[in-house]
Nanobody, 123 residues
Framework: QVQLAESGGGSVQAGKSLRLACVASESTWSSMCLGWFRQVPGKERERLSA????????YYDDSVRGRFIISYDRVKKMVYLQMNDLKPEDTAVYYC????????????????WGQGTQVTVSS
């Protein structure tokens, strides 16, 4: 298991950037997958990006590829999502998630979740 806590959400205008951060503490796993998801009320949760702490692999959904960048600070055990050129359709609650790495990280096998942070993009 791992404890997750996001920060960095807020309200910005379209075209601006935000960086989300998530601390992964008290992990009992030797390696894990860390992912970023978002959800709009009434819609399905969207998987945006993932990071493999074992090999450093990074994965992106096509909707954010080229605009969002995932990174991981191994010492601080923090995963970041740099979000550039934000659009109104990026407005959502963003969640950090994790699961013990048993293979592939680009999946929906995430078991541990943060509380979420709101991102609002105005036009």
């Amino acid at each position: 298991q791992v404890q997750l806590a996001e920060s960095g959400g807020g309200s910005v205008q379209a075209g601006k950037s935000l960086r989300l951060a998530c601390v992964a503490s008290e992990s009992t796993w030797s390696s894990m997958c860390l992912g970023w998801f978002r959800q709009v009320p009434g819609k399905e949760r969207e998987r945006l990006s993932a990071y493999d702490t074992a090999g450093g692999g990074k994965y992106y959904d096509d909707s954010v590829r080229g605009r969002f960048i995932i990174s991981y600070d191994r010492v601080k055990k923090m995963v970041y999502l740099q979000m550039n050129d934000l659009k109104p359709e990026d407005t959502a609650v963003y969640y950090c998630a994790a699961h013990r790495r048993t293979g592939y990280c680009w999946n929906d096998d995430y078991t541990d979740w943060g509380q979420g942070t709101q991102v609002t993009v105005s036009s």
